[in-house]
């Protein structure tokens, strides 16, 4: 089974902290995305990369910002964490160019 | 861009069957996906359509027409553990962004 592993299931951070959340995935898939999800806006997609070092601005990259330096690995960094960034982020990977993604169980990190 | 309206909420009755629909605006297309999420949980992938017509996966069929940028998730012999939300979601094609509706929330009722 593809596993998608997001590292930290929950976080409370201080307005101003870095942030980091990584996520991990076993079957060495080409892209990787990261959402956030809050209610009533579904999922909204922040960056996604298609292979190691490229990376791809979503709809909402402000104040975000990603890593892939392995294949395996995708890295959502909040420079200076902010109050409006309390939510859900879900990482999810894809073998190809279309088709199933695969999510991890999610963050859900609180700014205060 | 991409954008993709589909209805907030639906109640429906155990046994029942369901239609969610979804629209959308797109430069490109790729294919049009369906995704279950339950509360607390991770989304989960259940049908994909890349070509016009019926696609059926057991309870759930999807259909796809892209002359109307329009495609529906069906739920047939609705069951009380089918309570979720939906999320339709395009892809305008190759190594693109996957862009998600801001789905549905299905509940079953006895």
């Known amino acids: 089974d593809v596993k998608v592993t997001q590292s930290s299931r929950y976080l409370v951070k201080r307005t101003g902290e870095k942030v980091f959340l990584e996520c991990v995935q076993d079957?060495?898939?080409?892209?990787m995305f990261w959402y956030r999800q809050d209610p009533g806006l579904g999922l909204r997609l922040i960056y996604f990369?298609?292979?190691?070092?490229?990376?791809e601005k979503g709809d909402i990259p402000e104040g975000y910002s990603v890593s892939r330096e392995k294949k395996e690995r995708f890295s959502l960094i909040l420079e200076s964490a902010s109050t409006n960034q309390t939510s859900m982020y879900l990482c999810?990977?894809?073998?190809?160019?279309?088709?199933?993604?695969?999510f991890g169980e999610g963050s859900r990190l609180t700014v205060l | 861009g991409q954008s993709l309206e589909q209805p907030s909420e639906v109640t429906a009755v155990e046994g029942a069957i369901v239609q969610i629909n979804c629209t959308y605006q797109?430069?490109?297309?790729?294919?049009l996906s369906w995704y279950q999420q339950h509360d607390g949980g991770a989304p989960t992938f259940l049908s994909y359509?890349?070509?016009?017509g019926l696609e059926e996966t057991g309870r759930f069929s999807s259909f796809l027409s892209r002359s109307d940028s329009y495609g529906y998730l069906l739920l047939q012999e609705l069951q009380m553990k089918d309570s979720a939300s939906y999320f339709c979601?395009?892809?305008?094609?190759?190594?693109?962004?996957?862009?998600f509706g801001i789905g549905t929330k299905l509940q079953v009722i006895p």
């Open positions: 979601a395009v892809s305008p094609g190759g190594y693109q962004k996957v862009t």
């Open positions: 079957m060495d898939h080409e892209n």
């Open positions: 990369s298609y292979d190691v070092k490229m990376k």
């Open positions: 359509n890349a070509l016009d």
């Open positions: 797109t430069s490109g297309f790729y294919g």
């Open positions: 999810a990977s894809r073998p190809g160019v279309s088709g199933e993604l695969f």
